[in-house]
């Protein structure tokens, strides 16, 4: 596996002006904005999609065939997208959230209180949920198509929870009524239970990911 991050790696290099300009903008819109931390979602969202594009690299010339004639399993390969993409993405949501801690340290004069890191840390979620989505979209219809075919399904499924939530108020019933009646969890045992909801999602798309992959043609 240490090959294949290696290879990753390497690829990323090529863009690596991209990835300069991107912590440029990045650092910008944090000491000019008196909120930084919603630049925390959009920084690791992005900086992991352009990790995972590597699978498009892969596809390029004839790649696959190519590569599975090195001693690399076609389920080491899946893996290795999803260890690169969360700790990619890891690092880049722990050094982003350090720069917009400190953009908010040096325009509020102080430290962000306990309330500010919610919003950074809701963007975990969202990066286990990009991973979880993007891999088997990519390696089902290739790059182009997968990325196309994920933006129809996240529209599908943004439609279907507008319905449903259209549908409750027509019922009466708001999600304030929902939340109001759910038993008071602290802070940390729910952030645990939305970790351990998103690995198990990411270890079921792993799963898929890995059919998907044993069962490609080449």
């Known amino acids: 596996m240490r090959g294949l991050i290696c290879k990753d790696l390497r ?31 959009n920084v690791t969202l992005i900086f992991t999609s352009f990790l995972l594009s590597t699978m498009s690299y892969d596809e390029f010339d004839n790649g696959y065939p190519f590569l599975f004639t090195l001693p690399i399993s076609r389920k080491l390969y899946v893996q290795e997208k999803y260890v690169l993409g969360m700790a990619g993405g890891g690092i880049a949501w722990l050094l982003s959230t350090l720069l917009a801690g400190i953009a908010f340290f040096l ?21 286990a949920l990009l991973i979880a989505l993007m ?46 009646v759910l038993p008071a969890m602290s802070m940390a045992l729910s952030a645990l239970l939305i970790l351990v909801i998103c690995a198990l999602i990411v270890a079921i798309s792993c799963g898929i990911s ?5 069962h490609r043609e080449f």
């Open 11 to 41: 690829l990323m290099l090529v863009q690596k002006n991209f990835f300069i300009m991107l912590a440029f903008v990045a650092f910008v819109c944090m000491a000019a904005l008196d909120d930084p931390a919603f630049v925390v979602m």
């Open 107 to 127: 325009t509020q004069g102080g430290l962000p209180p306990l309330s500010w890191f919610v919003l950074p840390f809701a963007a975990l979620p969202m990066l």
């Open 135 to 180: 891999i088997p979209f990519k390696l089902k219809f290739g790059g182009e198509n997968g990325r196309l075919a994920m933006l129809l399904a996240i529209a599908a499924v943004c439609a279907i929870f507008g319905a449903a939530l259209g549908l409750m108020q027509s019922m009466g019933i708001s999600v304030q009524t929902i939340t109001a």
């Open 210 to 214: 890995t059919h998907i992959m044993e």
